[in-house]
């Protein structure tokens, strides 16, 4: 069984910044490819971003060039930076756990966290 924990929502103008982080914890060694999907009222969970354990990464073409994935394998700790915030961007995000590829990454699948709300509202 995985845990994981986000922190780093909140509420940012359009423009703005914010970083994500995801602790995982329990049987985290297993899951070699972590991420991030969002959520936004009356809509489907959606990738954000997910990056294995050698780094490799798949981006949403909503969140590329304006987002940067990353993680600290020694902390079972994956990020999401956050720049120039748009209203759409506006959802529950959540962290995700899983074992395999990031080509899994249009399947919901494998641990999650609870979710943390990013707001951008001006």
């Known amino acids: 069984q995985v845990q994981l924990v986000e922190s780093g929502g909140g509420l940012v103008q359009p423009g703005g910044s914010l970083r994500l982080s995801c602790a995982a914890s329990g049987s985290a060694a297993s899951m070699n490819v972590m991420g991030w999907y969002r959520q936004a009222p009356g809509k489907q969970r959606e990738l954000v971003a997910l990056?294995?354990?050698?780094?490799?990464?798949k981006y949403a073409d909503a969140v590329k060039g304006r987002f940067t994935i990353s993680r600290d394998n020694a902390k079972n700790t994956v990020y999401l930076r956050m720049n120039s915030l748009k209203p759409e961007d506006t959802a529950v995000y959540y962290c995700?756990?899983?074992?395999?590829?990031?080509?899994?990454?249009?399947?919901?699948?494998?641990?999650w966290g609870q979710g943390t709300q990013v707001t951008v509202s001006s």
């Open positions: 990056i294995s354990s050698d780094g490799s990464t």
């Open positions: 995700n756990a899983r074992r395999g590829s990031i080509t899994t990454a249009t399947i919901l699948l494998g641990s």
